[in-house]
């Protein structure tokens, strides 16, 4: 353990001196909480409907006044009137608005002799989320709008009682476990990859070499000292990043030591895979041009950004092997959910079973090349 601690001092006193390295592995995952958390987590609101009245009767005017309360409450749409569908329907290909609403003539008569009249909805379907905003907004109040007043008590309707165990979660909050892990995965790649390498070049580990040390305790000692910085980003994104999205008591002692503890176990996985995969690699550019791939292959499928239940089979494949996954996992249980340890066993069991497979094949396959 002396000349373990000895590496990892050197290691340390290495990265202390890069105040430059330390920041930019943990302001990246921050800036991406930020922007992505904000620029996607946000409900759609005030887009621009256009409608054109063929009809002007009472049933009419009661629906647009129904569309001004959706533009003064939920704000989902709000509404810009056209006396010409020509004009409208211009403007909807043209950008100006992004939907169009069109009461045909025969509207309130129609809806007085109760024949289930249709309103027309023009969508620009070439922004989804507007048009599935608009969709999810019209379905409910033209419901409402169905429904008349009566008399009868009693009904054989079935209603559905929508009880939600969690507070409401923001996109932010959602995205702050894969941010944590993206922190951890920065500082492996750093201290895992080019750091190692970068040593290698030097000659560095045939001088440890030449000592008592063995490979063992070469790739262990490399390992710790990768696992100490991974675990302090990790743990500086856990505290800054919950106060930034709005984590309930995000200082809780309690929460903090649990999430400690799965930033330990993430960082030995993800510094034990960078070690497996750069262990006979000497191109110092190799793991500059891996870190991009590794990105894209390992955090979106993790569930990271959106819900694994909506990926095709082949990459759940990658899922059920990408150490990210349970690391997100488990983050999600205690930062959304304030879980317990015991809840995110089966995940922390994955990763420090991964660490071991790692780090033996990373043993097993390190040579020395002089």
């Not at 004009?87 to 290909?93: G, S, V």
């Not at 317990?340 to 660490?355: K, S, V, Y």
Request: proline residues 6%; hydrophobic residues 55%; contains cysteine.
């Amino acid at each position: 353990m002396i000349r373990i601690w000895a590496m990892i001092e050197r290691d340390l006193r290495r990265f202390r001196r890069s105040p430059a390295l330390m920041v930019m592995s943990m302001v990246m995952p921050l800036i991406q909480l930020v922007v992505l958390g904000y620029a996607f987590g946000g409900k759609i609101k005030n887009i621009e409907i256009g409608v054109v009245d063929h009809d002007h009767g009472v049933p009419a005017l009661r629906l647009k006044e129904m569309f001004q309360a959706i533009a003064a409450n939920a704000r989902t749409f709000v509404t810009v009137p056209y006396d010409d569908e020509a004009t409208a329907l211009r403007d909807l290909r043209e950008g100006r608005i992004n939907g169009l609403v069109t009461i045909p003539p025969e509207f309130s008569r129609k809806v007085l002799a109760g024949a289930a009249p249709r309103l027309g909805l023009i969508e620009d379907n070439t922004d989804q989320f507007a048009s599935s905003a608009l969709e999810g907004a019209f379905q409910p109040l033209l419901a409402a709008y169905g429904q008349e007043p009566s008399g009868v008590r009693l009904t054989a309707n079935v209603s559905l009682a929508v009880v939600e165990v969690y507070p409401y979660v923001p996109y932010i909050q959602y995205l702050l476990p894969g941010t944590i892990v993206l922190a951890v995965f920065v500082s492996a790649m750093i201290g895992g990859g080019i750091i190692f390498i970068d040593d290698k070049a030097r000659g560095l580990h045939e001088g440890y070499l030449v000592t008592p040390i063995t490979k063992f305790e070469l790739i262990l000692g490399f390992n710790l000292a990768g696992v100490a910085k991974a675990v302090l980003s990790g743990f500086i994104l856990v505290t800054i990043g919950s106060v930034i999205a709005g984590i309930p008591d995000p200082l809780n002692v309690f929460r903090l030591a649990r999430m400690l503890v799965l930033v330990v176990c993430t960082a030995l996985a993800l510094i034990s895979m960078m070690f497996l995969l750069v262990v006979r690699v000497s191109d110092p550019l190799l793991p500059r041009a891996l870190f991009g791939v590794l990105n894209t292959l390992l955090f979106f499928p993790s569930g990271a950004v959106y819900p694994i239940k909506a990926f095709p089979s082949w990459m759940r494949v990658i899922t059920a092997v990408d150490p990210f996954t349970y690391a997100v996992a488990g983050f999600k249980s205690l930062v959304l959910k304030n879980t317990g340890l015991w809840a995110i066993a089966p995940d922390l069991a994955f990763l420090l079973g991964f660490t071991v497979i790692a780090m033996g094949a990373a043993t097993a396959m390190f040579k020395r090349t002089l």
